[in-house]
């Protein structure tokens, strides 16, 4: 044998010899209350993949409430994302790592750097977005090993969506021992925390301090568990990215629900939910292809009693200590002005045919003095008309119970795109001169979980690491400490709607400023035909 050869293999060999002999290259493993589960190890962070946290909601479990997952027998192996919730491939930037699409999709994933269960790190439980129709905890932008690494136990969780998330039916209704239907997503969420609560000191976790958080349909998510009694006392602080479910319209009454689902059985051609149930998940989810098909949540009398602002107003819901904002650009100046070019003609014109009865006063709220002014001003109405204003009710009504808010306003937008010297016409990423560009909806999300490596779409600058740093160092005193003030950070006031009201502005200058928004959203609100 060659010198060479027989190095290598004298290597290879005390290599194996050494992993087997090495305590440290075991592979991690919990005891549950379910039973034990054996994760892996990178680089000293512990990771849990694929953990039940529910039975499968299949066969008669379909549209039914989650059922407390039973226990397994030996050790499961946890080394992979379980597959996530039946969705069709409506958004391009998600990059999942799931193991395919299935209605068996109630898993969760726990990263943490904790060595023993004695250890009570504070935890994050992170809420996937995508409108209640896509999305998955494993998505690279969520993952949890960055936060695990500064000394949080970070948690993705999944949940149903869709048709298989939000179905109301009076059949469905008349079966459930809570005479309700529909939120079975939002169901989901309250059972993973109630097994989150009950085994994340396993992982190290502290059960009295887990944070719940969520961007878009993930911080509707957030605002909901907050709202409803279900998860009362599961979590302890909560973060809201860019959501709510106090905005226009977001929430059907039953009644509204009820015939919304029924008009879907008479499109699937079946009488009953029986027959319903027995359509291949596949059948189904085709069927919502038709964009006048959609299942938003609705007040079902259980995981919502009344509605959100009926709780608000009564005090009836969970007075955490909460991080809410939104970014600068949640949606863009098109959506007002549409393919008209950005003049102060077309924009008073476009006014006109949203506000037909309200246009001046709308252009006296959101003023333009130059054609130059238009597409950052009508940006600003997009913003505020779209998320903003149900993120507004959520943190004034927050406000007024004399709880803790923290009010945050996103501003630094994403870099361009990486070149790729293969296709470098397709991948500069440069914008159009003149156009205004705020941060996007979903901007802040890599920034905040510190995952900017992970996306390599995007051509990140020394800027962005910094801005990252700050928004993620916010977070993660917040998780800890529910107050996310911190040495080396810019201070953070508690917002107080009764004073000048201090709102964060976070990008590459960091700076509190005086809230000049709420006569835009009062008079919104005065003029909107939903109010919840």
Known sequence: MKPVALIVCLSLLYLISSAQLNPEKKLPTVKTANGILQGTAVSGISEFKGIPFAQPPVGDLRWKEPQPVKNWEGTRIADHFGPRAMQL??????????????????????????????????????????????????????????????????????????????????????????????????????????????????????????????????????????????????????????????????????????????EFSKHLNVSSVKEMRALPADQVLQATKNPDISFPMDIDGYFFPDSPLALYRDGKVARVPLIVGWNSEESGWTSILGKDEPTVENYKKNLKRLYPAHSEEIFKLYPVAADTDVEKTATLLATERANAYGEWRWIEAHAKLNAQVYRYYYTRPRPGLRVDINRPEATTGQEKPGTFHGAAHSAEIEYALGNLPTNRVYDWQPDDYLVSAILQGYFLNFIRSHNPNGTGLPYWPLYQSWQKDPIQHIGVETYREADLSRPRFIFLGKISASEN
């Not at 491939?89 to 790592?97: E, I, L, W």
């Not at 048709?163 to 021992?177: C, I, K, M, R």
């Not at 568990?225 to 860019?242: D, H, T, W, Y």
């Open 89 to 262: 491939p409506v958004y391009s930037d998600m990059k999942f790592r799931s193991d395919g699409v299935s209605e068996d999709c109630l898993y969760l994933n726990v990263w943490t750097p904790a060595k023993s269960d004695k250890e009570g790190l504070p935890v994050l439980v992170y809420f996937y977005g995508g409108g209640f129709v896509a999305g998955d905890g494993s998505e690279f932008r969520y993952d949890g090993e960055a936060m695990a690494r500064r000394g949080i136990v970070a948690v993705t969780v999944n949940y149903r969506l869709g048709v298989f998330g939000f179905l109301s039916h009076p059949d469905l209704t008349a079966e459930s021992p809570h005479h309700a239907s529909g939120n079975y997503g939002l169901l989901d969420q309250t059972e993973a925390l109630r097994w989150i609560h009950k085994n994340i000191a396993a992982f190290g976790g502290d059960p009295d301090r887990i944070t719940i958080a969520g961007e878009s349909a993930g911080s509707s998510s957030v605002n909901a568990q907050v709202i409803s009694p279900l998860p009362r006392n599961l979590f302890s602080a909560a973060i809201g990215e860019s959501g709510s479910v106090m905005g226009f319209g977001k929430i059907l009454t039953r009644a509204q629900a009820e015939a919304n689902g029924q």
